[in-house]
């Protein structure tokens, strides 16, 4: 497929056949051994699935605002290379607040990237969703609020650290 | 703004993510498998009380757990009231939601290996530097 600028696109195709096929295989060969442990493997995961579908759908719904919103330039200009420290607050930021299990995000960071987002910030990202705010009541009540505070803090300060490495790695390449 | 556009915006999201259906359902139904075959007892009894080699052992324990958080709170709790060292536990529930072995091929179809190779070892690195300093701190603090 040739865009308007000229890039040739690779034709989009399924992802994760053959994962998805070698899954379904274990889940054979183990209801085979264990078939209450399996079905009960089962069950979670359609209580996952149904746990994540409203975060599924949050998130194509970001995507498609996002899409219809913002060109690869407006996105270069928040998130990209020369976007400084608003660029790594935004990163740090949607990293805390954002919600479900970190493999739902990939698509919409996939997406950014191309749009020229820089790894950086992806890795910034993914590391501050180690903070799950929902759940901090739970951690200091378990190990304390010197404890909560601190990791939290060394959290924030790792999660850049990577981001500018990778930065520095990228530059480097 | 036209109406088309945003259509159009929203379709691509759509067909984005069901490109991607096939292994988001592998992922999940790994999960679970994980969930139920991986006990806390099973990763309770890898911990040995020698504070380097725990550390470890909670750092990659952690990495090959999925769950909840909340799961890897009951764990610590657990391994702390069993005079488990603060790294161990620390690595341990900073691993479980840093690294995440069960989507590794996710990651790696999506960003590439280059990608996936440099933020997981990267990730696992800053689990045992964040431990070190989280400890050191709270022993400094109190």
Not at chain 1, 23 to 33: E, K, R
Not at chain 2, 60 to 89: H, R, T, W
Not at chain 2, 92 to 112: D, N
Request: aromatic share 14%; glycine share 8%.
């Amino acid at each position: 497929m040739i865009t308007k600028t000229g890039n040739t696109q690779p034709k989009a195709k399924l992802s994760g056949r053959y994962l998805l096929l070698l899954v379904a295989l274990s889940y054979a060969l183990l209801y085979c051994y264990y078939p209450d442990k399996t079905l009960q493997a089962l069950l979670k995961s359609l209580s996952t699935l149904l746990h994540l579908l409203p975060v599924f759908l949050a998130v194509i719904v970001l995507m498609g605002i996002f899409t219809a919103l913002m060109n690869a330039k407006k996105v270069s200009k928040l998130l990209g290379k020369q976007s400084g420290l608003r660029g790594w607050l935004i990163a740090l930021i949607g990293g805390i607040l954002s919600h479900g299990s970190s493999y739902i995000w990939y698509q919409m960071l996939v997406d950014l990237r191309k749009q020229k987002v820089s790894d950086g910030l992806i890795v910034t990202f993914l590391y501050t969703r180690a903070i799950k705010l929902p759940w901090l009541p739970l951690m200091v009540s378990y190990f304390g609020y010197a404890f909560t505070v601190i990791l939290m803090f060394y959290i924030i300060i790792g999660a850049l650290a990577q981001g500018l490495i990778v930065e520095k790695l990228s530059s480097q390449n | 703004m036209q109406l088309s556009t945003f259509i159009l915006a929203f379709y691509k999201s759509v067909k984005g993510f069901a490109l991607n259906l096939p292994m988001l359902t592998g992922i999940i139904l790994l999960t679970g498998l994980f969930e139920v075959f991986i006990t806390p007892e099973m990763l309770s009894s890898l911990f040995s009380g020698r504070p380097f080699y725990d550390t470890l052992i909670g750092t990659i324990s952690g990495g090959i757990s999925v769950g909840q958080p909340f799961v890897s709170y009951l764990i610590g709790g657990e391994l702390l009231d069993n005079d488990m060292s603060y790294y161990a536990v620390t690595a341990f529930i900073l691993s479980w939601v840093t690294l995440g072995i069960v989507q590794l091929p996710y990651e790696y179809s999506l960003f590439g290996g280059r990608f996936t190779l440099i933020r997981n070892l990267l990730a696992f690195i800053f689990v045992l530097l964040i431990s070190f300093a989280t400890v050191q701190t709270l022993q400094l603090q109190a």
